[in-house]
């Protein structure tokens, strides 16, 4: 199997405990999240949906360490508030296992078109859920507003992604949000893999979604693991700032400016990067990247933040 190759079907291996990508020890991420999920009262995936489906949505990352993620899940977890936070569950499972195929054009469009702030960009990936197996082909586009817009299409177990369906869906998606002159990217091959194991964390109107022991792979083989004590913390709402939000900040921490395709930056210390610098430097403390700035490119004052809608 190559290094962005999917596992898919329905028998792909189940994780019956935390797993941390062959780590001889769980990551502490990886504890703080499981601990967080557990401690939660559960919801299924039908009530998360009728809740917060979010597919029209704001999203803001955070990056926080497994201590200070404790402190916040504990708080908005709490069975004792008006409306605490629950953990989605799915057949007794509270985390689960992510694996997704990013693909982009030989020149990385989507990689720079996200890096230079195009309001016109996409990003096009196959998820699999590797603990039921189902596999999703999904677009991601930015809305007239600057929200985040997410179209899917459920892939067949054994399915290439980038079937005529798919690029057909992907055709239609792209003009139906930027219209008939933007360019369909065309020449789409892999060029990112990401695994991390993942919890869910659900109120009214608003999402949390916490991930751990994050690993990217590029088509060369090479690899690089995310920090051991970081979860990559993301609130999803319709755009006001969520009480989440607002308990990140009161911990000191603020939105970073960040994606997980912005990995492909440690993969390749070549690649501008940026805006995402400080981020990466957090994220992937054993990598080396590039301190100058390139054409067209400033590095953001110590402590901005991006504009919140």
Known sequence: M???????????????????????????SVRALARAALAAHPIGLDAVNERARLLDRYDRCYLVR??????????????????????????????????????????????????????????????LYQDTGERQFEIKVKGGRGQTLKYRRRLAERAPALEDASRAFLARTLQDAYGSDFEIPGDLTPSLVTDYTRATFVAEGQRITADAAMVCRDADGNEVHGARDLLLVETKSHGHLTEADLLLHEHGLRAADFTKYASLAALDPALPANRWLRSLKETFPGETFPTGTFRGETLPAAGAAPAVP
């Open 2 to 28: 190559s290094a962005l190759t999917t596992p898919a079907g329905p028998h792909a291996p189940h994780a019956a405990a935390p797993a941390c990508s062959g780590r001889a020890r769980v990551a502490p």
């Open 66 to 127: 497994a201590a200070t993620f404790q402190d916040i899940a504990a708080h908005l977890t709490d069975p004792h508030r008006d409306e605490p936070f629950r953990a989605l569950s799915i057949g007794g499972r509270r985390w689960f296992r992510y694996h997704s195929v990013y693909y982009d054009t030989p020149g990385l469009r989507a990689y720079h078109d996200h890096r230079r702030g195009h309001r016109r960009r996409c990003k096009i990936r196959e998820r």
